[in-house]
């Protein structure tokens, strides 16, 4: 089964890329999100079947719950390079008339509120990961444990690396209700920060 599509790959390509500066901060937290769920899925497989741990059901909907999110985070990542990209092909309509304004000025808006949602949504798989995380982290194979601890703080980079960019969009978005439904969902992720570094995400 393939792990990634061409699409996904080119979309962290472009964030190596030294010819490419539109492809940013988005597109490589989503990569390091899909990247820690990768590693917790990796630390529950070692922990099956261990004696003193867990049921082995237990690491395998950990396992399963941890490839649907890398899968999703690395789409992610593409889905952020595109959405920035339909951002700056609105800002090159044209503007020499009141209805080609106003048509770019909505076109604009369409496309930051598309900028605005694939990074929240790409955060709350990543607050979503921080949970299994920590499920894991008390019931592992400690032969794993620096693994499990390089996801967590990958994990909580792509999670602070979403919000930097749904706060940077959302402050570009001229309707207020849709601006207070992003704020809303993003003060949730603040919390799941807040609580990662005290090592209480809920479970």
């Keep these: 089964m393939s792990i990634a599509t061409d699409a996904e790959i080119e979309a962290f390509l472009?964030?190596?890329?030294?010819?490419?500066?539109a492809t940013g901060g988005g597109t490589a937290s989503a990569v390091a999100g899909a990247m820690a769920a990768g590693?917790?899925?990796m630390v529950?497989?070692?922990?099956?079947?261990?004696?003193?741990?867990e049921p082995e059901q237990f690491y395998d909907d950990i396992d399963q719950a941890a490839r649907r999110l890398a899968?999703?985070?690395?789409?992610?990542?593409?889905?952020d390079s595109e959405?920035?990209?339909?951002?700056?092909s609105a800002y090159r309509?044209?503007?020499?008339?009141?209805?080609?304004?106003?048509?770019?000025?909505?076109?604009?808006?369409?496309?930051l509120?598309?900028?605005t949602t694939v990074p929240l949504e790409n955060g709350e798989r990543c607050a979503e990961l921080l949970v299994l995380v920590s499920r894991l982290t008390p019931k592992h194979n400690t032969n794993a444990t620096s693994d499990l601890d390089v996801g967590r703080r990958l994990?909580?980079?792509a999670l602070e690396g979403c919000i930097d960019n749904v706060d940077i969009n959302m402050g570009s978005l001229k309707n207020e209700a849709v601006r207070e439904s992003f704020a809303v969902r993003l003060n949730e992720l603040r919390s799941v920060v807040a609580a990662a570094a005290t090592g209480e995400v809920d479970v």
């Design 39 to 41: 590693l917790a899925g």
């Design 14 to 21: 472009k964030v190596l890329d030294p010819e490419d500066n």
């Design 44 to 53: 529950a497989r070692v922990s099956r079947g261990k004696p003193d741990l």
């Design 113 to 115: 509120e598309g900028a």
């Design 155 to 157: 994990a909580i980079a």
């Design 83 to 88: 959405a920035f990209g339909h951002v700056m």
């Design 71 to 79: 899968r999703t985070l690395l789409d992610g990542g593409r889905e």
């Design 93 to 111: 309509l044209p503007k020499s008339t009141e209805g080609e304004k106003a048509e770019r000025s909505a076109a604009i808006q369409r496309g």
